[in-house]
């Protein structure tokens, strides 16, 4: 496996503080020109399974916010590449 450098960001949270997380993937539904990124905070679920977060990235008001994702349909097309992601490690 070639050893790439972790993409970190930082989210700031609803009470004002900042939390580093590694992004996974960062892309765009080409057809809809959705933006969204897959990330994690490295944590492990009790089958010690890495917990990873999707989230829509809003840009309209000029800082990128997060914003979580519900129509059934998006959810659908994000797991799709969720797939391929785990395929392809």
């Known amino acids: 496996m ?6 970190m960001m930082s989210i700031v949270q609803e009470d004002g503080s900042l ?3 590694e992004v996974i993937l960062a892309f765009e539904f080409k057809d809809t020109k959705k933006e969204y990124v ?3 905070k490295n944590e492990r ?3 010690d399974n890495i917990t990873v977060y999707v989230s829509h990235v809003d ?3 000029g800082e990128p916010q ?3 994702v519900e129509d059934e349909e998006e959810w ?3 797991k799709d590449v969720l797939r391929e992601l785990s395929k392809a490690e």
Do not use: A, C, F, P
């Not at 070639?2 to 993409?7: G, L, M, S, T, Y």
């Open 66 to 68: 997060l914003l979580g």
């Open 2 to 7: 070639e050893n790439q450098e972790k993409k």
């Open 19 to 21: 939390e580093e997380v």
């Open 76 to 78: 659908n097309r994000i």
């Open 59 to 61: 840009r309209s008001s």
């Open 45 to 47: 679920d009790e089958n």
């Open 38 to 40: 897959i990330y994690t």
